[in-house]
């Protein structure tokens, strides 16, 4: 428990002094300097991809679906009428 608070103070004391300290200007410069360059770029958030991953699945089943129907359609027509 000791340990912890001592971990939590530092880690507090570091905190404030980073952001007291130019560190916080250049991240923040950095970061807006990484935004506009993907920005820039071809690019699609997590969301859209997880929907596009999402629908190729779905297209998957149907169409695993679709080609077992048919299969079983050629084997009706290819099973002389009894």
Same mark, same amino acid.
């Given at each position: ?8 103070? $530092? =880690?507090?004391? *570091? =905190? ?24 820039? $770029?071809?690019? *699609? ?5 997880? *929907? ?10 149907? $169409?695993?679906?679709?080609? =077992?129907?048919?299969?079983? $359609? ?9």
């Amino acid at each position: 428990m000791q340990q912890n608070r001592l971990f939590e103070e $530092l =880690s507090g004391k *570091v =905190s404030a002094l980073l952001a007291q300290s130019p560190a916080k200007d250049v991240e923040k410069n950095v970061r807006a300097l990484l935004t506009s360059f993907f920005g820039r $770029l071809d690019l *699609v958030t997590r969301e859209e991809f997880d *929907v596009q991953a999402r629908l190729l699945a779905r297209s998957r089943e149907q $169409l695993g679906a679709l080609e =077992s129907r048919v299969a079983e $359609l050629e084997a009706k027509v290819a099973k002389p009428n009894a």
